[in-house]
T-cell receptor, first 114, second 113 residues
Framework: AQSVAQPEDQVNVAEGNPLTVKCTYS??????LFWYVQYPNRGLQFLLK????DNLVKGSYGFEAEFNKSQTSFHLKKPSALVSDSALYFC????????????WGLGTSLAVNP | DGGITQSPKYLFRKEGQNVTLSCEQN?????MYWYRQDPGQGLRLIYY???????QKGDIAEGYSVSREKKESFPLTVTSAQKNPTAFYLC????????????FGPGTRLLVL
């Protein structure tokens, strides 16, 4: 069955330190990969996506993610965390067929401490 | 939140009552989606529509109904058959290609009185 795993429910990092939010997937073929962020009581905001090409994708607010086909991972990274980055982060994947459905991870809560 | 609006922001339902959540988009997107979000469970797909006058059940469609009479609008009705409706409901839209990003509205929180 197709699935997405975000192995950490919560990640804590000090402001100014690099952050990583992990995502691994089990989807046939070469999927499309997405990261979204959600602030409390708000809708999800798109951060970045991998379609094809360079494995390192740059997105909004200084975030980037690296697609690793052999490890079936798409970890979200930022070189220097801000307190305002504290939020809930979701990884999602979709296969390249006609299936319109996104498969979602359960989310990782990021806390950046001043 | 882009060009997607959801109303109301908060909605209260009484026992046995049907309630309708509104979702409107001005992005000219063909596809629209409804998700339910519960703490610790991520997003679960209720219904989606790829084109006007057509929609498909998602993973948790029981107790819900939708219509897609206009491209811009995709209302969700939570019926009395949905026994645990308390949740945060999110509407999204996208272009038709599978690589296209889904953009989300601000959400509606449904509470049961």
């Amino acid at each position: 069955a197709q699935s997405v795993a975000q192995p950490e429910d919560q990640v804590n990092v000090a402001e100014g330190n690099p952050l990583t939010v992990k995502c691994t997937y089990s989807v046939s073929g070469n999927p499309y990969l997405f990261w979204y962020v959600q602030y409390p009581n708000r809708g999800l905001q798109f951060l970045l996506k991998y379609i094809t090409g360079d494995n390192l994708v740059k997105g909004s607010y200084g975030f980037e993610a690296e697609f690793n086909k052999s490890q079936t991972s798409f970890h979200l990274k930022k070189p220097s965390a801000l307190v305002s980055d504290s939020a809930l982060y979701f990884c999602a994947v979709r296969d390249r067929g006609n299936n319109r459905k996104l498969i979602w991870g359960l989310g990782t809560s990021l806390a950046v401490n001043p | 939140d882009g060009g997607i609006t959801q109303s109301p922001k908060y909605l209260f339902r009484k026992e046995g009552q049907n309630v309708t959540l509104s979702c409107e988009q001005n992005l000219n997107h063909d596809a629209m989606y409804w998700y339910r979000q519960d703490p610790g469970q991520g997003l679960r797909l209720i219904y989606y529509s790829q084109i006007v006058n057509d929609f498909q059940k998602g993973d948790i469609a029981e107790g819900y109904s939708v219509s897609r009479e206009k491209k811009e609008s995709f209302p969700l009705t939570v019926t009395s058959a949905q026994k645990n409706p308390t949740a945060f409901y999110l509407c999204a839209s996208s272009r038709r290609d599978s690589q296209e990003t889904q953009y989300f509205g601000p959400g509606t929180r449904l509470l049961v009185l």
